[in-house]
């Protein structure tokens, strides 16, 4: 079993798998923490030395700092702290946004990128989709119904279009729903946290991305990530895209063991 630790300011990660060569690492989506790639642990770490982290409020990041919450510095941070110059980085969703910023800021730190999908800062289109969520969401929190906040995010994101809860497995919104619990626990904790945004924003700098850029996108997501994925697509040198038509926003727990094929392929033509 992985032991978790901590950075000096308070990022919990796990590291597992063979040294050689470079590191792969995890960032998870809004609606989790790195439980999320529980599923792609054990194979992947059995041929990789492999890396997934909580984002500060998520998981076990629950140390508040001290300013704004600077997502990018803290991945940064887990890279000094385990002396890894250079990584492949896989972000899901808003751990997507923040790979391909730390890629912009960073360049020499990162090897290739797979966003898995793109979100968070990769988002352009406030689509009627995306805004029916966002108010679903926000009128169910502003009454403290944390269970409904927390079943909004289930039907969106896990559930997807054209499909019941009843066509998935269930470890898979019983795994979520903890998740995001949890992230939103931290939230009330917290109160009003700001975060470091980037600038420019890096929609409008894809085309300085200097690794390559996998995209992976399912076709029950919502239409504005698909947006997401075609800009990402369209503006960042290297870029290349794939498309699962029968998943929604989580592809690595949906199909794990493709996820896992997808991944090694990409990592080792990167390398």
Same mark, same amino acid.
């Given at each position: ?31 989790? /923490? ?17 890396? $997934?982290? /909580?984002? #500060? ?6 140390? $508040? ?7 990018? !510095? ?15 980085? +896989? ?9 391909? =910023? ?27 989709? @995306? ?13 403290? /119904?944390?269970?409904?906040? +927390? ?13 019941? =809860?009843?066509?998935? /497995? ?6 979520? #729903? !903890? ?7 931290? !939230? ?9 945004? @980037? ?5 409008? $700098? ?24 075609? #800009? ?32 090694? =392929?990409?990592?080792? !033509?990167?390398?």
């Amino acid at each position: 079993m992985s032991t978790t630790t901590f950075t000096p300011s308070g990022i919990a990660y796990v590291r597992q798998g063979p040294t050689g060569r470079l590191p792969v690492v995890l960032l998870h989506a809004g609606i989790a /923490d790195r439980r999320m790639w529980e599923p792609v642990w054990q194979p992947l770490t059995a041929q990789h030395d492999v890396v $997934r982290l /909580d984002l #500060r409020g998520f998981g076990d990041s629950s140390t $508040r700092g001290r300013g704004p919450v600077d997502h990018v !510095a803290d991945v940064v941070e887990v890279l000094d702290h385990l002396d890894i110059p250079r990584c492949h980085l +896989v972000g899901a969703s808003f751990g997507a946004g923040v790979a391909v =910023e730390t890629a912009l800021t960073h360049p020499a730190r990162v090897r290739s990128l797979l966003l898995c999908p793109p979100g968070g800062s990769l988002l352009a289109e406030l689509t009627p989709s @995306l805004r029916s969520f966002f108010v679903a969401e926000n009128e169910a929190l502003a009454r403290g /119904d944390i269970d409904a906040a +927390v079943e909004a995010n289930i039907v969106t994101w896990v559930v997807g279009a054209g499909r019941a =809860e009843s066509a998935l /497995d269930p470890s898979l919104p019983a795994a979520v #729903r !903890a998740m995001q619990r949890r992230a939103f626990d931290i !939230a009330d904790e917290w109160g009003e946290a700001g975060t470091v945004e @980037l600038e420019p924003p890096a929609l409008e $700098r894809l085309p300085q991305l200097t690794a390559p850029v996998l995209v992976l996108v399912g076709g029950r997501d919502l239409d504005t990530i698909r947006d997401a994925a075609r #800009r990402v697509d369209a503006g960042a040198p290297g870029s290349r895209r794939v498309d699962w038509d029968d998943v929604a926003h989580l592809p690595s727990m949906e199909r794990p063991g493709d996820f896992i094929e997808l991944l090694l =392929e990409w990592v080792d !033509a990167s390398t």
